[in-house]
């Protein structure tokens, strides 16, 4: 009898949730889930902000009573972060409104992975009026051992990251998500100590598995360039990062199962360089063993072996690398794993062990690119730029790249030589981020919201704003209009708060032909631009050329894969702005990168009326240090002392209206 009541008890408030759930807020926002099998919940309108007013309220139940959930959260997660008192999910562990509460999170961290004491879960998702954010996205399912490792996130200075079950052999059917956050100004460095999965002994190449794999990737999954794909027992290269996010992702099928991996994770502080002491000269690790040497291909290798592509470091001593047959056609390659400025190129021949025979390059050619695939060749002017190297075995030549380049893969091809091909090499240059208030703002990583990207017209859904990031999209954004006019069309970014920005990476894009429909027949990019910005969405200031006073016109891309970066002075801003004025034969086709800084910190000013002399506290909603921008003019954000939360005020103060004093 008391089992009896207890099942209809339960039936009615479940009832009641999804009666309630579909009379508030529609379909999506709550309702009864069975965790036989696996399924997702999102916030309404994820990963699009979600709406206000919300208070969704689900209830999760296994199907036998001794059987556990697991909630693991996707790492793209951001929800209002005022301590969680108007925006918030809440898990509790069971369906009584008295049960105990697992969690309640808000803010852009995802929770760690949630597990009930019993064979139910609850969980609700509230939201004000204001201040809306991308929202959540998790998994349900029944709790397996091993599971609660699947899906961590790790903030700490330093730590350990293993394969579930570590040192014991993983689980099957595992899709398990590691995060790595750092804070601004830090850099992650990732050595893997031990590596055992799975591999296809058929495997040809690097990155080629087939059944279980780890994959790193520099920002979100899916959402950022892919750093690379590993299985087997070789241990992978150390891996270092300045995004200030690296993501691992672990998949493992229902075969065979390995003892899996460990790796060690350190952060360290980033020097910050100032105009007088940056210099983007420094030697990338060809020398030094930093490159690894499965970041060293080659079209061909001569057949006995002794002249391998790893031993074209600059300066080895055990010959160097020589293709099969002596050819304009050959190259040797390198993979940066992740982009950067290159500027400089050093070469060397060598003199054989075996025959005491004298072999180098005399000319080369330069070609970079972004993903391996898709290449550019170096030009001067409209043609291909023909580099002089070397004139005897032994002397290092530098060649300095004129107007550096941004790539991830290098190739060398030699043109011309004396006896045969024989190349020993170091690549120069610098991060991106080296540079004074050059962080990446987050297009690239995954780390901005899709919601803060917007254009003035769209082609297709394949090729929205939200692909416009670079490096990471495979596609790109195309506006609507296959014949727009100059000026015209727009792409723009929103920080989410003001930053200090002083560049641009502009980057091609694949796609966007809407008579063919596949995303690789078009290859478009702007040649020319402009930029402009604003810090409240709605007035707009293009940046100008210092010569005429006019809104500068920046030179673009040349070819759809190869970025570009320019610079200009430091701004305060919250919205960027680009408008193409040029484009090529395919049209306008467009990936960015935001280059810039955090503004001072925030500063509280006290603002007096000179008509009536009353005071009041403000929070600029610039939140700037006012001596370092030259305005005369900003829009303030009321602190109300009940909410603790700034609220827009209808009106623009200016110098003359009201006294400002600066309180830090």
Same mark, same amino acid.
Request: charged share 20%.
């Given at each position: 009898?008391?089992?009896?009541s ?12 999804a009666? +309630? ?19 997702y919940?999102?916030? $309404?309108?994820?990963? !699009? ?17 001794s ?42 961290i995802?929770?760690? $992975? ?24 998790? %998994? ?12 961590r ?5 330093s ?16 899709e398990? /998500? ?46 950022? $360039? ?16 300045s ?80 293709? /099969? ?11 940066l ?13 060598a003199? /054989? ?12 050619? !330069? ?5 391996g ?19 005897? $075995? ?35 240059g ?116 210092? +010569? ?17 970066? +320019? ?33 001072p ?29 030259? +305005? ?12 603790? %939360?700034?609220?827009?005020?209808? !009106?623009?103060?200016?110098?003359t209206?009201v ?6």
């Open positions: 009898m008391d089992l009896v207890s099942w209809a008890g339960f039936l009615l408030l479940l009832c009641h949730v009666r +309630r759930a579909r009379a508030e807020n529609g379909p999506e926002c709550g309702g009864l889930l069975d965790a036989s099998k696996a399924g919940i999102t916030s $309404p309108g994820y990963p !699009l902000e979600y709406p206000p007013h919300q208070n969704c309220h689900w209830i999760i139940r296994a199907p036998e009573p059987q556990r959930i697991v909630l693991n959260f996707n790492p793209h997660f951001e929800i209002e972060r005022l301590d969680c008192r108007y925006d918030f999910i809440e898990i509790r562990d069971g369906i009584s409104e008295s049960a105990d509460v697992l969690g309640r999170h808000c803010s852009n995802a929770p760690a $992975p949630i597990i009930s004491s019993g064979p139910s879960l609850q969980i609700r998702f509230v939201s004000d009026y204001a201040h809306q954010g991308a929202g959540f996205s998790l %998994r349900y399912e029944i709790y397996k051992t091993g599971s609660e490792f699947c899906f996130n790790f903030t700490s200075p730590g350990m990251i293993e394969s579930p079950g570590f040192p014991d052999k993983y689980p099957h059917n595992l398990c /998500s590691y995060m790595i956050i750092a804070p601004p100004h830090m850099d992650i460095t990732l050595t893997f100590l031990t590596f055992d999965l799975e591999n296809d002994p058929l495997m040809v190449g690097e990155g080629d598995c087939k059944y279980d794999w780890l994959e790193v990737w520099d920002g979100l999954p899916q959402a950022s $360039p892919l750093i690379g794909r590993y299985c087997g027992t070789k241990i992978p290269p150390e891996i270092q990062s995004s200030g996010l690296l993501s691992l992702s672990f998949h493992t099928d229902m075969a065979v199962a390995k003892d899996g991996f460990s790796a060690r994770y350190n952060m360290t502080h980033k020097e910050v360089a100032d105009c007088e002491s940056f210099h983007c000269n420094m030697a990338f690790g060809m020398e030094s063993g930093k490159i690894n040497d499965d970041q060293i291909t080659a079209s061909t290798t001569f057949y006995d072996n002794r002249w391998l592509p790893r031993q074209a470091r600059l300066n080895n001593e055990d010959n160097a690398w020589t293709p /099969s047959e002596d050819s304009n056609k050959e190259y040797i390659q390198v993979d794993h992740f982009l950067k400025v290159l500027n400089g190129i050093a070469t060397q021949g003199v /054989s062990k075996e025959t005491q025979k004298a072999y180098y390059v005399t000319t080369f050619k !330069l070609e970079v690119s972004t993903n695939v898709d290449w550019m060749v170096y030009r001067h002017g409209k043609n291909h730029k023909i580099f002089h190297a070397n004139t005897d $075995p032994a002397e290092v030549v530098l060649n300095r790249i004129q107007q550096p380049v941004l790539a991830r893969f290098v190739r060398i091809r030699p043109q011309t030589w004396k006896n045969g091909i024989a190349l020993r090499f170091e690549l120069y610098c991060q991106i981020t080296d540079a004074p208030c050059s962080d990446l703002q987050g297009l690239m990583s995954g780390l901005l919201p899709d919601a803060q990207i917007s254009a003035s017209s769209s082609r297709d859904v394949v090729w929205n704003p939200g692909t416009a990031r670079l490096v990471a999209s495979r596609s790109g954004w195309f506006p609507a209009p296959t014949q727009p006019l100059a000026g015209e069309e727009w792409l723009q970014v929103d920080l989410g708060v003001p930053k200090i920005i002083r560049g641009v990476i502009t980057q091609g894009a694949r796609g966007g032909d809407a008579g063919t429909g596949t995303a690789t027949d078009n290859r478009a990019f702007v040649r020319k631009y402009k930029v402009a910005h604003s810090l409240n969405g709605k007035d707009w200031t293009f940046i100008t050329d210092s +010569r005429t006073s006019l809104p500068k016109i920046f030179e673009g891309n040349t070819h759809y894969d190869t970025p570009e970066l +320019r610079h200009f002075e430091e701004t305060a801003v919250q919205f960027v702005r680009l408008y193409p004025e040029r484009w090529s034969p395919g049209g306008i086709g467009m990936r960015v990168e935001i280059l810039g800084c955090d503004l910190g925030r500063t509280l000013v006290r603002v007096t009326f000179l008509s009536d002399h009353s005071g009041l506290n403000y929070l600029p909603c610039t939140v700037m240090n006012f001596s370092s921008v030259s +305005r005369t003019e900003w829009t303030l954000m009321k602190v109300t002392n009940k909410h603790r %939360r700034c609220l827009p005020l209808p !009106l623009c103060l200016t110098r209206a006294r400002l004093s600066v309180h830090t």
